[in-house]
DNA sequence: ACCTGAACACCGTTCAAGT
DNA sequence: ACCTGAACACCGTTCAAGT
């Protein structure tokens, strides 16, 4: 890259993530480059789609979250591990209002360039989970994509200023959902019957 | 009402509703316009915002899940009662796509057409899950804001194409975070019963 | 009274022309 | 190689001019 491309290319890079954070994930991209001093062609030049500017914007909170789902696999207590991480997701996601749509939308359109990070991420939570129904601390009936899809309406939820106040309870909500605290090689009362209705 | 204005009026809200059913809550007014044969102005006479076409398109669907809450409201089981409103609204809900957002965008701006609909469906939920609570069978750290937030939550989850197959679910793990069957709280009055299994 | 559509200020995206 | 910005096809919203 020649190098007043990629003076280019970084000094983008820092006004979109000011733009993204104030104004969100839908901001205007000519505002982008409008405020880079940078004519428009050269921001799709080097960000082809806003998803791709996204992905760079986010990729060293996606990588962050990936490293510490890895970690996570072997500390002592699977459900903490597991609720934890699900709180990092949320927060991070939360950080950049919109950004939890463009990413439910791109985890079934491969030719997103956000597709393969938010697998990645779904993936390293159903690790998690997995793990953590293993040890008869999270509900069965459950898998990686029901998991990646709840951690995403609570993101939701938190880019709402109806809901945003209340988004610890409604994490603590969801997440008492997932955690069963039973382990399932528990004896139980014979007319014992998981919380559900028909 | 002039005899061609209403034949406007009622022209425009029948070609809204296929629009919005296809294209969803964000369809553009324009194209409304368009395939209604009536200019631009036309339909922001009527209908000066989209909130307020929305809440003319969607006010019966509204006043039946009103009315449905009323008669469940003296239901024998009122966690089976809260559970099956519950659902009937995030299906109807989810018959527009992206009528969610409106609604919960509308539930905080008291200018917002869409407002008065959005808070009645809360009031009218809150009871349900008040009265579910005082049977000790929904739990009692969450209120009605948080159950409308949990419904907004699902209906927008039914929203999305990565999402929508597993709605059913979905639906059935955040229901069992609301209906606890059994009391957690050990202090209950003496003269408490539980009125469950009869 | 009511309707119309041009006008205005915005978009995302592309691409010929410049350096 | 890389950058620019006009061009195109869209928006939502308003309002002077028409019937």
Chains 1, 2 share one sequence.
């Not at 690790?127 to 609570?154: E, H, I, P, V």
């Not at 209340?166 to 528990?186: D, G, K, Q, V, W």
């Amino acid at each position: 890259m020649r190098a007043d491309a990629k003076k280019n290319y970084e000094h983008i890079l820092a006004v979109a993530s000011v733009v993204v954070t104030q104004h969100g994930a839908d901001a205007s991209m000519r505002d982008i480059a409008r405020r880079a001093g940078v004519g428009l062609g050269t921001l799709y030049r080097h960000f082809p789609t806003r998803e791709a500017l996204l992905d760079t914007l986010l990729r060293a909170g996606f990588d962050e979250l990936t490293a510490k789902a890895c970690e996570l696999e072997t500390a002592s207590s699977p459900d903490d591990a597991l609720v934890s991480w699900l709180h990092d997701v949320v927060t991070f996601t939360g950080n950049y209002q919109g950004v939890v749509a463009a990413m439910i939308a791109a985890i079934e359109d491969t030719d997103s360039a956000l597709h393969a990070s938010c697998v990645t991420l779904r993936t390293a939570g159903a690790r998690l989970l997995t793990r953590t129904q293993a040890a008869g601390l999270a509900r069965s009936d459950m898998n990686g994509d029901d998991l990646f899809s709840l951690a995403a309406a609570l993101a939701w939820l938190g880019d709402q200023p109806s809901s945003a106040p209340r988004a610890e309870r409604l994490f603590r909500i969801i997440a008492s959902a997932i955690i069963t605290n039973r382990p399932s090689n528990l004896s139980l009362p014979a007319d014992f019957q998981m919380n559900q209705n028909p």
